[in-house]
């Protein structure tokens, strides 16, 4: 009988053990301290396991650190198990909802009768320390479903009965430490002591399982990091976030407005936020026309069965806002601008020779997003999305797509996105059911758009099951000042819609064929690409965007006359700008700019006045001395025009 297993590291070295072999066993035998202070779980053919897991069959062996993204994962997560460990030793009526790692930290949903208030975070801190102290492991026992019922039953754990229920699978395994047990798959770090800086942070409302039905309960966010510095780097970005935040600068910079009377996730855009708007919206519309798009413009409703035909409904029913009834038929608030767009191209027959057609559209849609999911800007119920779809023949496909990859670039870049990464999303070759059209359109447009990808150069991450239903795509995922990372741009290829809307062109040889659809978003939506323009600025934008450009600064009533003057000749020269008419100090009205963030001011007083000049500050700068009109309006249409980030 073979009792030995053999083991392949990640650089080919392969060795035997003793079946049964666990990895941290491994790693003693190795001999590597700094791998053993720093290992957190590991990697055995590719399953993601505990590092006392015993393997009892050849396995390739990774050892994974909490330098890597997907040991800080597990590292938080098992944070978010000592977290809930202390509130339950605290309040022993909490029940527990779910407690995931998140993309930056984590957070536990509980069900407790006390109000979680700062001073309760505090203690809910100073247990959490204490179990870590005791440096208790983390051990891990699997169970039929059935005796999984009977531990939560014993703990009465509603929540984790109601998740017991629906699971699909007939084992679950639970975690442990001392005299707490969760239901969980793990994997987990080898014992509480390995937590060493930690903070909770906030303290929201979360719907059980994210259905406004259901009770709220208190959810609980944190974070934790094995080094004290990078857990006060955290906390510092953390700080300048909320001094960033689009929210409260939206509303000091008067940008845009939601109010209850008009209703959740439905943004007002004011002047100021409307301007930026425009900007944006002037600037790829200009890119848009030197490439050859075509603007269209669609209604913000549509029948029902236009939605229908093209899976939108019912595939996203959830996430849509109910049918409306009119004169017999119903219509639905448009969730989507391409079921439109195909009627478009649809409107006439079309030659080999009209192709590429590119359609655009800053179309608003819809969507039924839960109360508790609204979050200023970045997530709304009405949002506009700067749309474009590419009808092309197969032999267009790859130069079409490389043109749309490269536009997109060029946004970023005109933006100062300079760091940013791609991913691919392929459809799951295992769940083929939820999206449409043979494996052969599949398998090609996932080959078209790699094709893409590779001849430009692109590093990309390629991911399974996040696809589009009808299609692959490439996102476009930017990191801003503070390194947070946000998706953006996204490109998607589709040979599906164009069968479901029998989409036909006359070919060379005058048969009928069907062209492919490519969907593309620079900004993705408006909304949330002004969110975070706004956080990634600080909301101090480039003069091209700013709303006001310049404000001019009389130091006395004196001297408005010649302001208005210099006023009306930058309005002519098509430079946004204000003149602060108050009846105060010069210092404060600098300041008051200042605040605002205006990227120009322009002084005005006895000397300027008798020089035919103006002294000039620019925001966070000071003072650049006196110039001219002139010379101020050459500098400045310099900036615009050449959409400088100065």
């Given at each position: 009988?073979?009792?030995?297993?053999?083991?392949?590291?990640?650089?080919?070295?392969?060795?035997?053990?003793?079946?049964?072999?666990?990895?941290?066993?491994?790693?003693?035998d190795?001999?590597?301290?700094?791998?053993?202070?720093?290992?957190?779980?590991?990697?055995?053919?590719?399953?993601?396991?505990?590092?006392?897991?015993?393997?009892?069959?050849?396995?390739d062996?990774?050892?994974?650190?909490?330098?890597?993204?997907e040991g800080?994962?597990?590292?938080?997560?098992?944070?978010?198990?000592?977290?809930?460990?202390?509130?339950?030793?605290?309040?022993?009526?909490?029940?527990?909802?779910?407690?995931?790692?998140?993309?930056?930290?984590?957070?536990?949903?509980?069900?407790?009768?006390?109000?979680?208030?700062?001073?309760?975070?505090?203690?809910?801190?100073?247990?959490?320390?204490?179990?870590i102290d005791?440096?208790?492991?983390?051990?891990?026992?699997?169970?039929s479903?059935?005796?999984?019922?009977?531990?939560?039953?014993?703990e009465?754990?509603?929540?984790?009965?109601?998740?017991?229920q629906?699971?699909?699978?007939?084992?679950?395994?639970t975690?442990?430490?001392?005299?707490?047990?969760?239901?969980?798959?793990?994997?987990?770090?080898p014992s509480?002591?390995?937590?060493?800086?930690?903070?909770?942070?906030?303290?929201?409302?979360?719907?059980?399982?994210?259905?406004?039905?259901?009770?709220?309960?208190?959810?609980?966010?944190?974070?934790?990091?094995?080094?004290?510095?990078?857990?006060?780097?955290?906390?510092?970005?953390?700080?300048?976030?909320?001094?960033r935040?689009?929210?409260?600068l939206?509303?000091?910079?008067?940008?845009?407005?939601?109010?209850?009377?008009?209703?959740?996730?439905?943004?007002?855009?004011?002047?100021?936020?409307t301007i930026?708007?425009?900007?944006?919206?002037?600037?790829?519309?200009?890119?848009?026309?030197?490439?050859?798009?075509?603007p269209?413009?669609?209604?913000?409703?549509?029948?029902?069965?236009?939605?229908?035909?093209?899976?939108?409904?019912?595939?996203?029913?959830?996430?849509?806002?109910?049918?409306?009834?009119?004169?017999?038929?119903?219509?639905?608030?448009?969730?989507?601008?391409?079921?439109?767009?195909?009627?478009?191209?649809?409107?006439?027959?079309?030659?080999?020779?009209?192709?590429?057609?590119?359609?655009?559209e800053?179309g608003?849609v819809?969507?039924?997003?839960?109360?508790?999911?609204?979050?200023g800007?970045?997530?709304?119920?009405?949002?506009?999305?700067?749309?474009?779809?590419?009808?092309?023949?197969?032999?267009?496909?790859?130069?079409?797509l490389?043109?749309?990859?490269?536009?997109?670039?060029?946004?970023?870049?005109t933006?100062?996105?300079?760091?940013?990464?791609?991913?691919?999303?392929?459809?799951?070759?295992a769940?083929?059911?939820?999206?449409?059209?043979?494996d052969?359109?599949?398998?090609?447009?996932q080959?078209?758009?790699?094709?893409?990808?590779?001849?430009?150069?692109?590093?990309?991450?390629?991911?399974?099951?996040?696809?589009?239903?009808?299609g692959?795509?490439?996102?476009?995922?930017?990191?801003?000042?503070?390194?947070?990372?946000?998706?953006?741009?996204?490109?998607q290829?589709d040979?599906?819609?164009?069968?479901?809307?029998?989409?036909?062109?006359i070919g060379?040889?005058?048969?009928?064929h069907?062209?492919?659809?490519?969907?593309?978003?620079?900004?993705?939506?408006?909304?949330r690409?002004?969110?975070i323009?706004?956080?990634?600025?600080?909301?101090?934008?480039?003069?091209?965007?700013?709303?006001?450009?310049?404000?001019?600064?009389?130091?006395?009533?004196?001297?408005?006359?010649?302001?208005?003057?210099?006023?009306?000749?930058?309005?002519?020269?098509?430079?946004?700008?204000?003149?602060?008419?108050?009846?105060?100090k010069?210092?404060?009205?600098?300041?008051?700019?200042e605040?605002?963030?205006?990227?120009?001011?322009?002084?005005?007083?006895?000397k300027?006045?008798?020089s035919?000049?103006?002294?000039?500050?620019?925001?966070?700068?000071?003072?650049?001395?006196?110039?001219t009109?002139?010379?101020?309006?050459?500098?400045?249409?310099e900036e615009?025009?050449?959409?400088?980030?100065?």
């Amino acid at each position: 009988m073979n009792n030995k297993v053999q083991i392949t590291f990640p650089d080919g070295t392969v060795k035997k053990y003793g079946q049964g072999i666990c990895p941290r066993e491994i790693i003693d035998d190795i001999g590597s301290r700094a791998l053993s202070e720093k290992a957190v779980i590991a990697k055995v053919n590719s399953d993601s396991v505990d590092l006392n897991h015993h393997i009892m069959h050849d396995a390739d062996l990774q050892i994974i650190t909490y330098d890597a993204p997907e040991g800080l994962h597990s590292y938080w997560h098992s944070t978010s198990h000592i977290m809930a460990h202390a509130v339950k030793a605290l309040f022993s009526e909490a029940q527990f909802g779910v407690g995931p790692a998140i993309e930056s930290g984590f957070y536990y949903d509980i069900d407790i009768d006390s109000r979680i208030t700062p001073e309760i975070l505090e203690q809910i801190e100073k247990k959490m320390q204490e179990i870590i102290d005791a440096d208790r492991p983390f051990v891990r026992r699997e169970y039929s479903r059935s005796q999984a019922v009977d531990v939560f039953t014993k703990e009465h754990d509603k929540y984790k009965l109601e998740l017991l229920q629906d699971m699909q699978d007939e084992v679950a395994s639970t975690y442990s430490e001392g005299d707490f047990v969760d239901l969980c798959r793990g994997p987990h770090i080898p014992s509480t002591g390995k937590i060493k800086n930690f903070k909770l942070l906030s303290i929201a409302g979360a719907y059980w399982r994210g259905n406004e039905k259901n009770k709220m309960l208190q959810r609980i966010y944190g974070i934790s990091f094995p080094k004290k510095k990078q857990l006060e780097d955290y906390l510092n970005v953390l700080e300048e976030a909320k001094k960033r935040d689009h929210r409260k600068l939206g509303k000091e910079l008067e940008l845009f407005l939601m109010t209850p009377k008009v209703g959740g996730g439905l943004p007002l855009w004011l002047p100021k936020g409307t301007i930026v708007r425009e900007e944006l919206e002037a600037f790829l519309k200009e890119e848009q026309r030197k490439r050859g798009y075509l603007p269209v413009v669609t209604p913000h409703i549509g029948s029902l069965e236009l939605y229908k035909t093209s899976g939108h409904y019912p595939y996203y029913k959830d996430s849509q806002f109910e049918p409306i009834k009119a004169d017999e038929q119903e219509y639905l608030l448009k969730p989507m601008n391409c079921p439109h767009h195909f009627q478009i191209y649809a409107s006439k027959p079309r030659s080999y020779r009209e192709l590429p057609v590119r359609l655009a559209e800053f179309g608003t849609v819809y969507r039924y997003e839960q109360s508790g999911e609204l979050n200023g800007l970045t997530r709304v119920r009405s949002f506009t999305v700067d749309d474009s779809h590419m009808f092309v023949r197969p032999d267009q496909l790859k130069a079409e797509l490389c043109e749309v990859i490269e536009l997109i670039k060029l946004v970023f870049e005109t933006l100062g996105f300079k760091d940013f990464k791609t991913q691919m999303s392929f459809r799951d070759p295992a769940n083929k059911e939820k999206y449409g059209g043979s494996d052969e359109q599949w398998q090609l447009a996932q080959s078209d758009i790699q094709e893409a990808a590779d001849s430009l150069g692109l590093n990309y991450d390629i991911v399974e099951g996040e696809a589009a239903f009808y299609g692959p795509k490439l996102d476009f995922m930017i990191r801003d000042v503070l390194g947070r990372e946000w998706q953006l741009g996204t490109v998607q290829v589709d040979y599906v819609m164009p069968e479901r809307f029998a989409l036909e062109y006359i070919g060379s040889d005058d048969q009928k064929h069907r062209p492919v659809v490519i969907h593309r978003a620079p900004f993705g939506s408006i909304e949330r690409f002004v969110a975070i323009l706004i956080e990634h600025f600080a909301g101090a934008f480039p003069v091209w965007l700013a709303p006001v450009q310049v404000t001019i600064l009389p130091i006395s009533d004196e001297y408005l006359s010649y302001a208005n003057k210099i006023n009306e000749r930058l309005r002519t020269a098509r430079v946004r700008v204000e003149v602060d008419e108050r009846n105060e100090k010069i210092g404060y009205k600098i300041r008051g700019a200042e605040n605002q963030k205006v990227p120009y001011m322009l002084i005005v007083g006895k000397k300027e006045v008798e020089s035919g000049k103006v002294s000039v500050r620019k925001h966070r700068k000071g003072d650049l001395g006196q110039s001219t009109v002139d010379d101020f309006l050459k500098t400045i249409a310099e900036e615009i025009e050449t959409k400088s980030l100065n």
